[in-house]
Structure formats: C-alpha cells, structure tokens
C-alpha cells in the first residue's frame, strides 16, 4: 500500500507545484504590466484607496455677510464624518492596509519570487509559496504607507473656496450685468484670472473684492461698499 500511495503523493505535489508556477506567472504578467502601463502613462503619482472615511472633493459655496464667511458644503462634511465614524474601525483598518497601488505592487512581488525561485532554486513548493507571500506583502505595504506618507506631508496645493473670499482685485475685462467680466486675484502667491460677476457695473482697473465663489464663478463689489459695509 505505501508503494503505491508514495506516487499518488508525488503526483499531487507536482500538480499543486504546477498550479502555484501559474499563478506565480499570472501574477507576475498582471502586476507587472500594470506597473509598466503607469509609467508609461504617467500616473505612477495617483492611487485610488479603498477608503470610506476618505475625504470628498469639496464642492460649495461661499457666501460673505459682513465680516463673517459662511461656506455651504460644511453640511456634507459634517455628514460624511458622521458616516466614517459610523463604520467604525474596520473601515478605518481596511482604508490603512489595502489599496490599488497595493494589491498591484503584491501581485508583481508575488509573481516575481514565485517565478524566480521555482526556476532558479530547488526549495520547496510551500517555501516558495511564502516567501512570495510574505515578500509580496511587505513590498505593497512599504510602498502603499510609503505614498500615504508623502500625502499627509505634502499638504493639499489645490486653491479652495475660502482662498478666493475676501480678496481685493482687479477687473481686467469689463463687468457689465448680467454678463460676466473678469478679475485678477492674488491665491496662494500666483496671480489668477477668474470669472467674475457683479450687481452693478464695474470697468478695467477698478478694484474689487470678492464676496461669493460658485462653480469657478467670483461675485464680486467695489472695494468701497465692501468696506463700508465692514464698518458697518
């Protein structure tokens, strides 16, 4: 009987071998290509995290009464945070460990030890399988913390609706209601031309402050109503 169980064994360890090597190369052909196509392409910087407590786009308004600045979309903040905690720690664990840029680098790591080690090594089928693992999974997490790292600390450059309330400009293209004229701002050090509409008309060279910005779209006043009505 054990002479003719130790073949059956034989067999189903070569079978089993042979199915990791396909994996081993699926993987490595998939990972693999996908790092190749991002570079070609360029979007090696960009990830998409399976996050649900990840910050949404903001997308609102910002009205001006007085001095004061309200900006609609708070709401949706408010919610959205409301519906993180709601989740609890799992998603808070599941965003920090898994994501695109993850699971690609797994799979080209996985691949290649599995490959590299099959073909040039005589170690086991069970050795090879979890050192690809294993080398598979510090890789994607080394680069997954590596580029969430690099986000925390790089800060967010995108101008935002609070960056254009409040700001004295110029109107560079006339602003004659309701057709839309242009002013020039100052944001974040650089001089940007914006949209711009107002209740009254306003020539090139008076200068404005910006008191609403929708949708790309600056609502400016003259600079004096806005400051009388700051004293006011």
């Known amino acids: 009987m054990s002479d003719g169980f130790l073949p059956v064994t034989q067999g189903l360890l ?58 609609d979309g708070a709401h949706g903040d408010l919610l959205h945070t409301d519906l993180a905690h709601a989740h609890g720690a799992s998603a808070w664990s599941l965003s920090t460990w898994i994501s695109i840029r993850f699971a690609v680098f797994f799979l080209a790591v996985f691949g290649a030890i599995g490959v590299v080690m099959t073909h040039m090594t005589s170690s086991s089928p069970r050795l090879v399988l979890a050192l690809a693992l294993g080398g598979g999974a510090v890789v994607g997490q080394a680069v997954h913390h590596l580029f969430r790292l690099i986000r925390k600390t790089s800060g967010d450059s995108a101008p935002q609706v609070t960056d254009y309330v409040n700001k004295l400009g110029r109107v560079t293209i006339n602003i004659e209601p309701p057709q839309v004229g242009e002013v020039a701002l100052q944001v974040r050090g650089m001089e940007r031309h914006v949209p711009a509409t107002a209740r009254r008309p306003f020539i090139i060279g008076d200068e404005v402050v910006v008191v609403a910005y929708r949708a790309g779209l600056a609502e400016v006043v003259g600079r004096d109503e806005y400051e009388q009505k700051l004293r006011g």
């Open 14 to 71: 070569a079978e089993l071998s042979s199915g990791f090597v396909t994996a081993y190369w699926i993987a490595l052909i998939v990972g693999g290509g996908l790092l190749v196509l991002s570079l070609l392409a360029g979007t090696g910087d960009h990830d998409v995290d399976v996050d649900a407590s990840a910050g949404a786009d903001f997308h609102g308004d910002a009205d001006v009464s007085g001095a004061d600045v309200h900006v």
